[in-house]
């Protein structure tokens, strides 16, 4: 099946979609999954998900102008070079309305989103920007964060037990409730230019 654009779904499974470098306007999904689908370089430009899975698909690169997502959870998913900023996030005031599950979302974008309890649990986060975010009870559990950026967050009540990678500054973010594991905690001693005997 060929996704439109101006067109609704529901209750559809797309799978093995070779849909790269395309332009989809104005369509909504409901409780549809996609699974094996390639978007990579997609334009999805005022679309809706509700309730809506992907799974081991390519979305690289792929371009969510004015979009919005409600419920959405993307799992297995290669999701880099995203700019989650360009959403229609107007409506949302209380949790983060999408979910990663064993994604890369490498080189992505989340510069100054109100995203409360986003999970992203056993993902690659390599150089991601979370800058001025509100990420209060976001988890991200086991997942990888090397070179992401954590500037004037907030971060209270999170989860990073078993995040590896991660730089956070405690006099820059919020951090009240935040948990973490060992070693890796030791690296939130790093802005004090201290050093640690470990014998």
């Known amino acids: 099946m060929k996704i439109k654009s101006n067109s609704n779904y529901t209750n559809e499974n797309f799978s093995d979609l070779e849909f790269h470098d395309d332009i989809v306007e104005q369509s909504e999904f409901e409780d549809c999954s996609f699974i094996s689908c390639n978007f990579s370089e997609t334009q999805f430009i005022g679309c809706k998900f509700v309730d809506c899975e992907f799974k081991s698909s390519n979305l690289n690169l792929v371009k969510l102008d004015k979009s919005?997502?409600?419920?959405?959870?993307?799992?297995?998913?290669?999701?880099?070079?995203?700019?989650?900023?360009?959403?229609?996030?107007?409506?949302?005031?209380?949790?983060?309305?999408?979910?990663?599950?064993?994604?890369?979302?490498?080189?992505?974008?989340?510069?100054?989103?109100?995203?409360?309890?986003?999970?992203?649990?056993?993902?690659?986060?390599?150089?991601?920007?979370?800058?001025?975010?509100?990420?209060?009870?976001?988890?991200?559990?086991?997942?990888?964060?090397?070179?992401?950026?954590?500037?004037?967050?907030?971060?209270?009540?999170?989860?990073?037990?078993?995040?590896?990678?991660?730089?956070?500054?405690?006099?820059?973010?919020?951090?009240?409730?935040?948990?973490?594991?060992s070693p890796e905690v030791l690296s939130l001693l790093s802005a004090f230019e201290i050093k640690i005997d470990e014998t």
């Open 68 to 181: 919005k997502f409600i419920e959405t959870v993307f799992k297995d998913c290669k999701i880099t070079g995203v700019n989650w900023t360009s959403l229609d996030w107007g409506s949302y005031s209380i949790v983060s309305p999408i979910f990663f599950e064993s994604c890369d979302i490498s080189f992505s974008v989340f510069n100054s989103l109100k995203l409360h309890e986003l999970s992203l649990q056993d993902c690659k986060a390599h150089d991601v920007d979370f800058s001025d975010c509100d990420l209060k009870g976001a988890d991200f559990f086991r997942t990888d964060l090397k070179e992401s950026r954590f500037v004037l967050c907030k971060l209270d009540n999170s989860n990073f037990q078993e995040a590896v990678n991660y730089y956070i500054d405690p006099l820059e973010n919020s951090i009240k409730g935040a948990k973490f594991s």
